[in-house]
């Protein structure tokens, strides 16, 4: 029976952290942390893991005590000192003092030596240091976001640990396992390298909201003042905007009112536009476009229905329903257009309305709406499923990396995921059921019950505060979707916030409308010679689709004269060759 150690973070071992060695930082040569992989070939989104197997999940820590206990003991007895690299964070006033190295050491039997190393070029200098293969200067472990591609590349230079054997191992993976039960998924494959073996402790954060990025939101109070339904169609949607751009719905006396807005695409978080009503015809696929179908991998810009696509996002250009300057837009400048003084964008396509100037009433006013159906009845929503990814790595420098794997196993805990991302508990947040009179919180995400309850979380998260509480979702970290869906927050009398309420409706809605494809590549994981293979072809044919995409809907190129032309600079480019390389590396992940 594995004990359950009945202690909360920063209660005991003040002591422990005395006379720390916060003078490596000036004496290491090379700060390091990790090279993104390529944005289509190897990694996930940020919030990361799964799929929706486990859908209502809640908590589970916490609940074995009154006194919120929260990790199981895993590996090793003997207390062990690990030197952990990490980047800096001007929120955390001391990593060797915070609240929760305390508890980690407390939990583990370590002695934690943190090292800090500046932000700015942390990725590349730690793949300069891995990839030297000379491990005499490494830390034991190096926490920061990584690449899958990086770290086989790593692992191929002989500068971090296969850790397969301890994940093999029950005894050695406690929290692992019960994180595999609270998501439904045994996430390992998702962060297995091509040889099989893994390297690293991952990250995983299941999240309604960040797997749907394109969720399509419409300005209430004008859809009423021209006393329209919602739109379901393509076309219902085309006509609803001809009298948004003819009305003078802000009543300033100016034809300023705007259908539909975005930003460039490619680079910009705001070009999820582009997608949603190409949805209606084709599913855009991820970030490069790519589908599988059957378990076929295939090019979404090559079909039939995308070049239909095209044509309808061409009339609503040419009809001005769509700001023209949405096709060369920066985030930036998006930003300043949804904020004038008087409202002009009546829609548009992103997580949330969060652009919009904290304070402002029109913020709370858009509602998102059902994803739109083209003529076939297509109406796809864009997934991006939550993917685990590795973010922590035991060096080859480790003395013991079993006490190492023992740290990444402790952080995968529950309790480590909401602390995480929330602080500390009894301070930043409670344990709903430890609530006494929850009557004064919000309710939480429709169809899930309460997980925690937390007090001011604006401040403590988004707010200019040095706290000591948490590593702020450094290194790894599991939440299932329970978590972020039961939160509560403190309201007057109860009454709900109405951002939030929005928004959670606007979670529910994408989740459960069932509009996502059958098949999805949740991730995928090349070699160094697929990387090598695919890695400027790809970045060609993206950049190549999106500036005939701008020229198919502008005019500029014309749809039927041209696309033949387009699909045969396409196989110039290297396409059927990228599909093979890619196809390789989903039948190895998935097949």
């Known amino acids: 029976m594995v ?26 040569p090379i700060a390091l942390c990790t090279v993104l992989l390529a944005a289509c070939g190897d990694s ?49 006033e001391d990593w060797n003092t915070n609240d929760m190295t305390l508890w980690l050491e407390e939990q583990g039997g370590f002695d934690l030596n943190i090292v800090t190393l500046p932000a700015d070029g942390f990725s590349e200098k730690v793949n300069m240091s891995l990839s030297a293969g000379d491990i005499g200067d490494l830390p034991d472990v190096i926490l920061g976001n990584f690449g899958d591609s990086a770290v086989w590349s790593w692992a191929q230079a002989g500068s971090v640990v296969s850790l397969t054997d301890y ?7 406690p929290n692992i396992r019960k994180a595999y039960e609270r998501t439904g998924v045994d996430y390992t494959k998702q962060i297995t390298s091509p040889d099989g073996n893994i390297y690293g402790v991952a990250t995983l954060n299941q999240s309604y909201g960040n797997e749907y990025p394109d969720k399509l939101w419409i300005y209430k109070p004008w859809l009423d003042a021209l006393d329209r339904e919602v739109p379901t169609t393509t076309e219902e949607f085309r006509e ?34 582009a997608r949603v009503l190409m949805n209606a015809f084709e599913y855009t696929g991820d970030v490069c476009y790519r589908t599988v179908k059957d ?45 004038s003084d008087e409202p002009v964008v009546f829609s548009f396509a992103y997580f949330a309305p969060d652009m919009i100037a904290s304070g402002s009433d029109r913020a709370n006013e858009y509602i998102a709406i059902d994803t739109l159906a083209g003529p076939g009845g297509v109406n796809y929503a864009t997934y991006r499923p939550t993917v685990a990814n590795i973010s922590l790595l035991v060096t080859a420098n480790c003395k013991n990396p079993e006490a190492a794997f023992k ?49 001011d979380d604006a401040s403590f998260w988004s707010g200019t505060e040095v706290a000591n509480y948490s590593w702020r979702q450094t290194g ?20 709900g916030d109405p951002y939030t309420e929005n928004l ?88």
């Open 3 to 28: 004990q359950i150690v009945n202690q909360k973070m920063g209660k005991k071992g003040k002591n422990m952290k005395k006379n720390k060695m916060m003078i490596m930082a000036k004496v290491l």
């Open 44 to 92: 996930g989104s940020d919030e990361s893991a799964g799929t929706n197997e486990n859908v209502g999940a809640g908590t589970d820590a916490g609940k074995e005590s009154e006194e919120g206990d929260a990790a199981e003991e895993s590996g090793t007895e003997d207390s062990a000192t690990l030197t952990v690299w990490v980047p800096e964070s001007i929120r955390i």
């Open 167 to 173: 994940y093999n191992d029950p005894d050695k993976t």
């Open 240 to 273: 609803l905007l001809k009298l948004v751009s003819t009305t003078d719905l802000n009543g300033n006396g100016k034809a300023d009112e705007i259908g539909m807005a975005g930003a460039r695409l490619g680079g910009s978080g705001y070009g999820g536009y």
């Open 295 to 339: 378990g076929v991998i295939g090019a979404a810009y090559t079909t039939d229905e995308w070049k239909e696509g095209l044509s309808y996002i061409k009339e609503m250009f040419s009809e001005n329903l769509i700001l023209g300057q949405s096709l060369s837009m920066g985030d930036d400048e998006f930003k300043t257009l949804i904020n």
């Open 407 to 455: 740290l990444g196993d402790l952080m995968s805990s529950e309790y480590i995921g909401i602390s995480q991302r929330w602080g500390k508990e009894g301070v930043n947040w409670d344990y709903a059921e430890n609530v006494d009179d929850m009557s004064t919180f919000s309710e939480p995400l429709n169809g899930f019950e309460p997980s925690i309850a937390t007090y």
């Open 476 to 495: 790894p970290y599991v939440r299932q979707y329970g978590i972020a869906c039961g939160v509560v927050i403190p309201t007057e009398g109860g009454s």
């Open 504 to 591: 959670n409706a606007a979670w529910i809605l994408y989740q459960t409308s069932g509009h996502q494809p059958e098949e999805v590549i949740p991730k995928l994981i090349l070699t160094e010679e697929e990387t090598k293979a695919i890695g400027e072809v790809e970045s060609n044919l993206v950049k190549y689709v999106e500036e005939c995409w701008a020229g198919f809907v502008t005019g500029s190129m014309d749809i039927d004269g041209q696309w033949d032309g387009y699909l045969e600079e396409l196989d110039k480019i290297g396409l059927q060759e990228y599909l093979s390389v890619v196809q390789t590396a989903y039948d190895r992940m998935y097949k």
